[in-house]
């Protein structure tokens, strides 16, 4: 419930304030916004605090930015391993410029006597929020490496499903608590913009390049003498501010060939009757794999233990997937002494499903960043991208009779029982059990 409110209710309702709160203050109260400027009353700290969170999160919107517009040239840019190792260089020392400036920006606000006056409690609240989603988006850096190349095609995917209305919060909600707090925090910094100082990022003062000159007359004397050499300066600055209007318009025309292409994209294509039946059968094969998945939910409420193959079935090198009691992949196998050995075959990294092949070193594979799993503890070979054990997961042996002849707990012990009879172990059959509330005979 809560997973479904952060990753569908919440997108939503942050697109709904953010265009109806930014449009109202548009149009109904134009002259606030803006983000106070306090550089008259304290301009030493702003320059470090300001300059590099600014230059961080610019770089780090256009690096979120473009593998959203442009999928196709990113995927082509990162399996490129020097630009994906550079592009996430680039990224991670964006991110830390950007706490470097916030923590001075916030030191400024908290310290500086005239700035205190200024500042509202939804300021801090703000810094804080802005703060913790760098802190995250670092860390999801560090620790799930590469974002580069998995995030296009689970985090951006799910995107994409929120803007076409056909939100798929499976993309997303098994992935590890960082991830999931990176991106459902995204979603309140975005609702907060019309209600904060982050409005101003809408306040573009374009009228400013094309104003007439504005003349200056001063009444101080020291000034009045240095005139021409402040009015030389204040014409370079209109002709840079010019030249960046110009290279940006450039740039805008040089999107909207881009944009043209997303338009098409979510706008999707008209349909003669033969597509339409092929996507029509899609959608029928969709909910029938929706009808299964709910099946074995119910299965798997209903019942304290669940068949899963006959013990002769299962081999030492080749595992059979199954689906656990949590609704994941798992693997059955056949250990050294002829009992069941069964693990989650959910990947402890990034959630993808662990190969069911056993190599010559008594390890699984998870293909999609490389991670090895010894098959008998669980747990991976060092130097993979995650070190968190495959969980083993509980079971029963049971005769015919139903007499339960061995187990196996989440804890990897195994046991067997009295009524164990190696002579009758191919008739024997394998059960998962709930963990809790089924005791071994
Ligand atoms: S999901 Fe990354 S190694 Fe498995």
Redesign the pocket.
Known sequence: MIIQFLFIGLPYAAIAAVVIGTYYRLTRKEYTVSSLSSQFLESTFLKWGSVPWHLGILVIFIGHLVPFLLPDLWADLVKHRPILIALEAVGFVAGVMCVLGLVVLIIRRIFTSTLQLVTKPLDFVVYVLLLSQILLGLVTAYSYRYGSV?APGTVYAYLYGILRLSPDMTYVQDMPFVIQAHIALAWVILMLIPFTRLIHMFSIPLEYLFRLPQKVVWTNEVRWNRRSERAQYMESRRYFFRGVAGVTGAAGLLSFGVLEKSGHYFQGQTLDDAKEATLLEKRLKRMKLTAEEKSYELERLKNDAIFIADLKELQPATGKYFIDYEMRPALAFRDAKGLPNLLSAK?T????T?GKDVDGQGRIV?P????YFDIGTGVPQAG???EIPLEHIAWHLRATDGTIVAHGTPDGTVATTAAYDAAKSETYKVFIIKSKGVTVA
Do not use: A, R
Request: hydrophobic share 25%; with cysteine; net charge neutral.
């Open positions: 998995w990947c990294h990034l959630g993808c662990v998870c999609c960043h490389v991670s993979s991208p995650t």
